[in-house]
């Protein structure tokens, strides 16, 4: 398959998970950028994120040049494999990544705001190559729920171990930290913006997360859900903002019609990008 250049919006980076050949990796989606203007949907994937050099760890809302190759075991249509030997960011005059505002970002996510979660998922029943990555519009957000995420399995620890202990082309093994696993699973429930929604009760698979919890891993049950709920409810659905769900769904086809949360984008409830001149 031929690879091409892409131009990216990184708008989300979800939860690392344990793989065979690279210890851990992410899956990376964002907006690609079209010279006409336009925008489209893509998930960069595998990214071994933790493991990459540090000037390679682009970060949320910058945007970076990379060659992408269409997936050829993924049959969905945004997905595709990245060549990061390939990457070009952006640096401003001191050398810092620059990364898009909300005011630089809001103009071109709210033309892919839509359809409804409802309207995804049945999408993906009637045909399973369709949409598969989408910003869907959150009507109530009613609660947070938490399950304990438990330990890796025996079997997870040792091909991450495995992978991680293979030597590099330099003869050099990966010595990034094993992935801790986070202590919660949490899960949203809300109804999108279907007038017929039944609810939705999905996981959320953000990095900031995973992030969150690992650098709280020593504070009490209670003081970390109570954290948790700070920055992923509270301050994510209130009357000052509007608030939309990064979704998206798994590869595997038997789950495929389920979508996880990847991210939250919640504009000032007063801004108009519609009818802004940028
Ligand atoms: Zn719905």
Same mark, same amino acid.
């Given at each position: 398959?031929?690879? !091409?250049? @892409? &131009?990216?919006? *990184?708008?989300? +980076? ?11 990796? %992410? ?74 505002? !909300?005011? @630089? &970002?809001?103009? *071109?996510?709210? +033309? ?11 999408? %993906? ?77 999905? &996981? ?75």
């Amino acid at each position: 398959m031929l690879s !091409e250049q @892409a &131009r990216v919006l *990184i708008t989300v +980076k979800a939860s690392p998970e344990p793989s065979k050949t690279y210890g851990d990796t %992410v899956c990376v989606a964002g907006v690609r950028l079209h010279e006409d203007g336009s925008g489209s949907w893509v998930r960069i994937y595998p990214v071994a994120f933790r493991h990459l050099e540090s000037t390679q760890q682009f970060k949320k809302f910058e945007v970076i040049d990379v060659e992408l190759k269409r997936s050829a075991t993924d049959s969905r249509l945004e997905s595709y494999r990245p060549n990061w030997d390939t990457l070009k960011r952006d640096p401003d005059r001191t050398g810092k990544y620059k990364t898009y505002a !909300e005011k @630089a &970002r809001g103009p *071109i996510l709210e +033309k892919l705001i839509g359809p409804s979660m409802c309207d995804l998922r049945a999408g %993906v029943e009637a045909d399973l190559t369709a949409q598969s990555l989408g910003l869907v519009e959150v009507r109530e957000l009613r609660a947070l729920k938490f399950t304990d995420h438990g330990p890796w399995t025996d079997a997870q620890v040792a091909s991450m171990t495995a992978a991680m202990s293979q030597p590099d082309i330099f003869g050099e093994v990966d010595t990034t930290p094993i992935l801790v696993p986070p202590r919660y699973k949490v899960h949203y429930d809300y109804h999108c913006a279907s007038t017929t929604c039944p609810g939705h009760k999905p &996981r959320i698979l953000d990095m900031e997360l995973s992030a969150l919890q690992y650098k709280n891993r020593h504070r009490s049950d209670a003081d970390l859900k109570a954290l948790i709920t700070l920055k992923f409810h509270t301050e994510m659905w209130n009357e000052r903002r509007r608030t939309y769900f990064y979704v998206g769904n798994f590869g595997d086809v038997v789950k495929r019609k389920n979508f996880s949360v990847l991210g939250v984008y919640r504009p000032p409830r007063t801004t108009d990008y519609g009818t802004t001149l940028f």
